[in-house]
């Protein structure tokens, strides 16, 4: 890992775990009416979304030939990506590899790019990751 890179991608640290959750419960509830209006306007996807409340995902940024590792909270998942929480913005496009773990506990790499990034409160922003090749999610879902 580059510190440098990791600094420029982190640069607050981790979310606490019951933020976290206070922030998760807000967006499932469709929380502030501009979250409603972007919810409608994202419901043309592709992929049924199921909740994938995971601590610990694993997702290593990858930009210029440097590679960051983060740890964070999974949001929800799909055939085609996955939503996360992190400490900070990510740019859209950055390449990443996103380690899941299947049901028979086994580590799944699967690599994709930031999709999108909106800020959701203060330093914490919920990231979207775009997979290169569709996944069963249920094949991750316990």
Do not use: W
Not at 77 to 82: C, E, F
Request: aromatic content about 4%.
């Amino acid at each position: 890992m580059i510190r440098s890179l990791q600094k420029a991608i982190c640069p607050r640290g981790k979310l606490d775990a019951a933020d976290v959750n206070q922030i998760l419960d807000e967006l499932d509830r469709g929380g502030k009416p501009h979250d409603r209006l972007y919810r409608l306007l994202r419901s043309r996807r592709r992929h049924e979304r199921y909740r994938y409340r995971v601590r610990g995902v694993c997702v290593a940024l990858i930009r210029g030939g440097e590679e960051a590792m983060l740890v964070v909270s999974g949001r929800n998942l799909s055939a085609g990506g996955v939503a996360f929480l992190h400490a900070g913005p990510i740019e859209v496009g950055t390449r990443c590899r996103v380690r899941l773990i299947d049901r028979d506990g086994h580590d799944q790499h699967i690599t994709g790019a930031i999709s999108h990034c909106r800020c959701v409160r203060a330093e914490v922003h919920e990231i979207g990751v775009q997979f290169d090749q569709t996944i069963d999610p249920l094949f991750f879902i316990s």
